[in-house]
């Protein structure tokens, strides 16, 4: 079947041509098509509207600074007991926040973006060389559309690209893609410091013995994404990823100047993410809701494509490795006086939460005692 003979009235020409061909929802996009294929459509209940959105205040602070906690040598400790304070209150409250002076320079997040723009921007048959099907590395490089699109009922706008760092260099150079291996790398790496130093605020937050080598156990495998929504016609009847909580402990997330990421706020209703220049935003995930015992809040959130121009998003996903044993620290449930989650290896919360399509908080369920 040649290009041109596509229906995309018909789900099946539209899984065709975007999942099986290899040309994205880039791809789609680039025929200039005025509606979103039926396929995209997603039911009344799931689609995002900016007007639905509730006062953020409440729940969201002002960017937190945390460059006290990422200073070495001589520390004010009472600063620095101040910025893990606020962490510990918005990972409590929202699961959702912002940081600045985090130790990732301007000029390291741009080249992200810049570099997640470029891969998307490239010729099909580049894209599919990174398929799950054609990656050098397919368990930790792979190219694709929508979060699971064999088990979605509707598709999400979305391409990604997936980079699973295993600590070793010479896996970068000989697998990542090597037009954006480098800007990836350098965020991620830049990215260390601060990541630790938060999860290790986190965690001691929780008012239970720990050591750094537990809390490091946590952070052993690093994805880093690059989320690419093209302009959409319809973004009112889409989503650019459907709601979703994360996997990881923690997600520490590079969005442009679009705007467009929205978090449900407990049973209250959903409110924007907005960008702020040179912020990160930070958030809590389902290994650390359950590490916590329910007192991190692993958010829903779900993002919304834009019909003008094509946004873009980097996330670091910090998770273990699949064979550590997670569940709430040592100590927490009888702290607690309750155990809300059960103890459970890595490995069998991921093969779950990978096995089903985006069921917003509903992976949660499965770690419940
Ligand atoms: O693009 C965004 O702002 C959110 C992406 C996201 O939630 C994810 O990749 O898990
Ligand atoms: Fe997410």
Redesign the pocket.
């Known amino acids: 079947m040649g290009d041109i003979a596509f229906d995309f009235e018909k789900e099946s020409d539209v899984f065709e041509f975007v999942v099986k061909k290899g040309h994205g929802v880039k791809g789609l996009a680039d025929t200039g098509l005025t509606t979103v294929p039926p396929r995209y459509i997603h039911p009344p209940s799931e689609r995002i509207d900016r007007k639905d959105t509730i006062d953020s205040a409440p729940f969201l602070s002002s960017p937190i600074d945390i460059s006290a906690l990422l200073e070495e040598g001589d520390v004010d400790s009472e600063k620095r007991s101040e910025v893990s304070k606020k962490l510990c209150e918005a990972a409590e409250k929202l699961g959702f926040f912002q940081v600045v002076n985090h130790g990732v320079s301007h000029e390291v997040m741009e080249n992200a973006k810049r570099a997640a723009h470029f891969f998307f921007n490239q010729p099909r048959e580049r894209k599919l060389a990174y398929s799950k099907e054609n990656s050098p590395c397919p368990t930790h490089v792979f190219c694709g559309t929508s979060f699971s699109p064999q088990a979605e009922k509707s598709l999400e706008w979305?391409d990604?690209l997936s980079m699973v760092y295993i600590f070793d260099d010479e896996h970068v150079r000989k697998f990542w893609p090597e037009e954006c291996r480098d800007a990836a790398v350098a965020y991620l790496k830049s990215a260390d410091k601060m990541i630790l130093a938060m999860l290790s605020a986190l965690l001691k937050g929780l008012g239970v013995e720990i050591d750094d080598s537990t809390i490091r156990s946590y952070t052993g495998a690093r994805a880093v994404?690059m989320?690419f929504?093209p302009p959409c016609p319809n973004p009112d009847l889409t989503v650019?990823?459907g709601r979703?909580s994360?996997l990881a402990a923690l997600?520490i997330?590079l969005?442009d100047d679009i705007g467009?990421?929205f978090v449900r706020a407990q049973d209250k209703g959903w409110i924007e993410?907005p960008p702020v220049e040179d912020a990160l935003?930070i958030?809590v995930g389902d290994t650390l809701e359950i590490l916590s015992n329910g007192r991190y809040k692993s958010a829903e959130?779900?993002?919304l494509a834009s019909n003008t121009r094509a946004?873009?998003?980097v996330?670091i996903?910090v998770s273990p490795i699949p064979p550590t044993p997670v569940g709430p620290l040592p100590g927490l449930a009888e702290k607690d006086g309750k155990t809300v989650y059960r103890q459970m290896l890595f490995g069998e919360y991921m093969e779950n939460y990978f096995g089903n399509g985006h069921q917003g908080k509903a992976t949660l369920d499965f770690a419940k005692v």
Request: glycine residues 8%; aromatic residues 12%.
């Open positions: 979305k990604y994404n989320n929504y650019g990823v979703h994360d997600t997330l969005q467009g990421l993410i935003v958030n959130h779900r993002a946004r873009v998003s996330p996903f």
